[in-house]
């Protein structure tokens, strides 16, 4: 079983940054590839970004460039940096994580993007 724990969400203008955090029980974080996903009100949960066990990354096209997602395996965090921000990036980040079978959610913070 393993926990997560989303935290720096928030109230951001446009053109702002925030760094999401994703806190993670057990000590097999290592091996896991962990994800931040999004959903807006009305729409379907999207994939914002992956980093799998090796430190490869994968972003969806309209966060390139402007968010990087990284991982600290001696802290069991992934993180989302989010730069460049637009009323578009507005939603509830949910963090996830995968290994085989194995498919885990938190519960997710919000980030508004607004002037």
């Known amino acids: 079983q393993v926990q997560l724990v989303e935290s720096g969400g928030g109230l951001v203008q446009p053109g702002g940054s925030l760094r999401l955090s994703c806190a993670a029980s057990g000590s097999i974080f290592s091996i896991y590839t962990m994800g931040w996903y999004r959903q807006a009100p009305g729409q379907q949960r999207d994939l914002v970004a992956l980093i799998t066990h090796g430190g490869t990354t994968t972003y969806a096209d309209s966060v390139k460039g402007r968010f990087t997602i990284s991982r600290d395996n001696a802290k069991n965090t992934v993180y989302l940096q989010m730069n460049s921000l637009k009323p578009e990036d507005t939603a509830v980040y949910y963090c996830?994580?995968?290994?085989?079978?194995?498919?885990?959610w938190g519960q997710g913070t919000q980030v508004t993007v607004s002037a």
């Open positions: 996830r994580a995968i290994l085989g079978s194995y498919d885990y």
